[in-house]
């Protein structure tokens, strides 16, 4: 795939094919500011059905905070985001989530550390769903397997290696209700997945993400779940092995 350039100048310079049907988020001229610090400066970029974006860019150049905003997790200042074609209000709502999911999975995994395995993958199923406790933990089991964890349900996020609790956000990230009527498709946003990883570790996570990255069906049958993805990263690696276009967030001097 082409790879892309864009920073606060370059926005819009990039010739865009003519049919949009296939994009499910958009940001249009993006701008966030924190306190005087101008941080993204008009920012636009599509991600459409199908594909596998790799942010990159010094520290500190807004990479974590696009997808913030991209998640409604951060409101931009100016600038629009549009998920299908509809532009979002302000933050989150579930009004503005139907018809595509949207994970974020954080460079520190997130996990909460009161809580086991089971519970931290299972979370929004415990929370949101009618399925009983047998049916979730054979779900949490099934996907924990899918990333290849087996037998640490019990476990605290403590008594974990950092590979291991990144493969468990992961596994949090991608599992879903199996009693919906509809599945929506999903845009998994990965803040800098293999940070802190050794190299070993690192390859494992990369090829995690490529494969949950279903496009159609899975290998079951079942249909494909993980529409696109977004990967912020500084590892050469990670671009290598997970992405197929490369989206820049420059400096303003660079
Ligand atoms: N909530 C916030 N309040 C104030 N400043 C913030 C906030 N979030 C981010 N920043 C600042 O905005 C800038 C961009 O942060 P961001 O985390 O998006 O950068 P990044 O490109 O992801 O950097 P890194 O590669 O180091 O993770 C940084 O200078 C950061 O200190």
Redesign the pocket.
């Known amino acids: 795939m082409r790879p892309e350039l864009y920073n606060s100048e370059q926005f819009g310079a990039v010739l865009e094919p003519e049919d949009d049907s296939d994009i499910l988020i958009e940001c249009r001229n993006v701008y966030?500011s924190?306190?005087e610090?101008d941080?993204?400066r008009g920012v636009s970029f599509k991600i459409r059905h199908g594909e596998a974006v790799g942010i990159i860019?010094?520290?500190?150049?807004?990479?974590?905070?696009?997808?913030?905003i991209i998640a409604g997790l951060?409101a931009p200042d100016k600038g629009e985001v549009f998920i299908r074609g509809r532009r979002r209000d302000g933050l989150i709502s579930d009004q503005d989530m139907s018809g595509l999911r949207i994970g974020l999975v954080f460079?520190s995994a997130a996990l909460f550390d009161s809580l086991t395995v089971r519970e931290n993958v299972g979370f929004l199923l415990y929370e949101n769903s009618t399925m009983g406790e047998e049916q979730i933990l054979e779900i949490v089991k099934e996907t924990l397997a899918s990333v290849g964890l087996k037998g640490v349900e019990d476990r605290t996020p403590s008594e974990l290696s950092g590979g291991m609790k990144k493969r468990v956000a992961l596994a949090r990230s991608i599992i879903f209700d199996i009693t919906k009527k509809s599945i929506e498709p999903e845009v998994l946003l990965y803040?800098?997945p293999t940070?802190g990883l050794d190299p070993i570790a690192s390859t494992v996570v990369e090829d995690l993400i490529r494969s949950v990255h279903m496009i159609g069906e899975d290998a079951l049958g079942k249909p494909g779940k993980i529409a696109s993805y977004v990967v912020?990263t500084?590892q050469h690696s990670t671009i290598r092995r997970a992405v197929d276009r490369k989206d820049r967030?420059a400096r303003d001097d660079s």
């Open positions: 966030k924190f306190g610090k941080i993204l860019g010094p520290s500190g150049t807004g990479k974590s905070t696009i997808l913030k951060l460079q803040d800098e940070a912020v500084h967030l």
